[in-house]
């Protein structure tokens, strides 16, 4: 059974940085592209970055412009999302998410097989 935990979430002001985990088991992740998508009150949830398994290839979403990183260490089965220049329009939950079919691009929610159950991130000052 494929078990995704998040972790890292957290309140931070405007201009910060955090790091987000998110932990796999049940798979390995050489084998599965992992993606990460966030849901901010009242809106739909919008796909953030993926990054896919034998390749390392990235996709990140455009508005983001360059403040988030997405990696990998299959040895420790966990993939990261380094967040810089945290501003207040990044408030939201992070799912990370897994399916078999490397991503191309950002896939949607639906494309994604197995969810974590979210980390809530707070940028506010």
């Known amino acids: 059974e494929v078990h995704l935990v998040e972790s890292g979430g957290g309140v931070v002001q405007p201009g910060s940085s955090l790091r987000l985990s998110c932990a796999a088991s049940?798979?390995?992740?050489?084998?599965?592209?992992i993606g990460w998508f966030r849901q901010a009150p009242g809106k739909e949830r919008e796909g953030v970055s993926c990054i896919n398994g034998n390749h390392f290839s990235t996709n990140y979403a455009d508005y983001l412009k360059g403040r988030f990183t997405i990696s990998r260490d299959n040895v420790k089965n966990t993939v990261y999302l380094q967040m810089n220049s945290l501003k207040p329009e990044d408030t939201a939950i992070y799912f990370c998410v897994a399916r078999e079919r490397r991503c191309t691009g950002l896939p949607g929610p639906a494309l994604y097989a197995w969810w974590g159950q979210g980390t809530q991130v707070t940028v506010s000052s």
């Open positions: 049940g798979l390995g992740l050489s084998d599965y592209a």
